[in-house]
């Protein structure tokens, strides 16, 4: 598995990218990052690109990210864009994991394409003094 999560300065979000199998310890690592790279304030959201990865996480690891937000101190101001492949299985589970997420008063998204998701992301930007520290 391979990851890469990097502060977006430019656009003003956190990219997070995944290849091969994610796993439970891959997830928290990578959240970990982006909690740590979110701390300086400079984000005001998440894009997550997992075309290509295919996901090793049980439904109670999905179940279990929203709250390592929380305990990670994110903010709900903050908005996650998730990109997947056209595949059966990561739909069920990103569609899974974005009722999770809502239900507990995140702001995630689903896409099936990055242009769409980086424009959603754009518009979901605080207003001006407003920022999210992710």
């Given at each position: 598995?391979?990851?890469?999560?990097?502060?977006?300065?430019?656009?003003?979000?956190?990219?997070?990218?995944?290849?091969?199998?994610?796993?439970?310890?891959?997830?928290?690592?990578?959240?970990?990052?982006?909690?740590?790279?979110?701390?300086?304030?400079?984000?005001?959201?998440?894009?997550?690109d997992v075309r290509e990865?295919?996901?090793?996480?049980?439904?109670?690891?999905?179940?279990?990210?929203?709250?390592?937000?929380?305990?990670?101190?994110?903010?709900?101001?903050?908005?996650?864009?998730?990109?997947?492949?056209?595949?059966?299985?990561?739909?069920r589970d990103a569609e899974?994991?974005?009722?999770?997420?809502?239900?507990?008063?995140?702001?995630?998204?689903?896409?099936?394409?990055?242009a769409p998701a980086m424009?959603?992301?754009?518009?979901?930007?605080?207003?001006?003094?407003?920022?999210?520290?992710?």
């Open positions: 598995m391979g990851w890469n999560v990097e502060l977006d300065v430019e656009r003003g979000w956190i990219a997070a990218v995944f290849a091969g199998a994610v796993t439970r310890a891959d997830s928290a690592l990578a959240t970990r990052r982006a909690l740590a790279l979110a701390a300086s304030g400079d984000a005001t959201g998440f894009l997550v990865a295919f996901s090793r996480l049980s439904t109670g690891d999905i179940y279990a990210i929203p709250a390592m937000w929380e305990h990670g101190g994110a903010d709900r101001a903050s908005a996650v864009a998730l990109v997947i492949a056209d595949d059966p299985q990561m739909r899974f994991f974005e009722n999770t997420c809502r239900n507990r008063g995140w702001n995630v998204c689903v896409f099936d394409a990055l424009a959603w992301l754009e518009r979901q930007r605080p207003a001006a003094g407003n920022t999210a520290s992710a």
